[in-house]
């Protein structure tokens, strides 16, 4: 994976992007192939698929990570467009061949979704959930039939559970890929509370990242 520009605040492309990358390069992608990727960060893997012919639209709630995507776009030549706002609204009324998330997952002691800082881009409530929810129930509404869905997520916040939502919504949903990484800053800042809620075990020092894809038949 090149290298990017990634301002400050924005996250930097780890284990479950290219965890997420590997997937991707196994897409069949054609020129005009309409690609969307929920929470861009860097603009990685956008661009990735951009520079396969495909026609992509990146979404990030943050603004250091839009111009840090545009920004990279802009570097590598590659024509993309990339977009302020939350994904649900900023896709309203269209429909895509292939769906990129790496959405936030770890579970945090606050319920509440952070609404500035480094941590929008990591923590998704309780169960790591919050954003990973709402993706498997806008899925059917963003793909075109027969369209694929690649979702990143950890194992903490139970890819069983990803497998039945996306189900209940009409798709076809596996999980293709899992790895273990080890424990990141955040994870080691919370282990107490990781143990306290279950996630978590004495001794635990390794995250396993799944890959779900899902296709809408």
Known sequence: ?????????????QADTLLLAGA??????????EVIE?????????????????????????????????????????????????????????RFDLVLANPPYVPSPDARLPTRGNRRAWDAGRDGRAVIDRICAAAP???????????????MCGAQKTLELLSRQGMSAEVTERVWVPWGPVLRSRRGWLQEQGLA?????????????????
């Not at 991707?24 to 192939?33: F, N």
């Not at 520079?51 to 603004?63: F, H, L």
């Not at 075990?201 to 038949?217: F, P, T």
């Open 1 to 13: 994976m090149p290298r990017l520009i990634a301002l400050p605040g924005v996250y930097r492309p």
């Open 24 to 33: 991707l390069a196994r897409e069949p992608l054609s020129p005009g192939t």
């Open 38 to 94: 929920i929470g861009t960060g860097t603009g990685a893997l956008a661009l990735s698929a951009a520079a396969r012919g495909a026609k992509v639209t990146a979404v990030d709630i943050a603004w250091p990570a839009v111009l840090a995507a545009r920004l990279n776009g802009w570097r590598r030549r590659l024509r993309l467009r990339i977009l302020h706002g939350d994904f649900a609204a900023r896709s309203r009324g269209r």
């Open 141 to 155: 509404a963003l793909l075109h039939p027969g369209g694929v869905l690649l979702l990143v997520h950890s194992g």
């Open 201 to 217: 075990e004495d001794g635990d020092n390794r995250e396993e990242l799944v890959i779900v894809r899902a296709q809408y038949v």
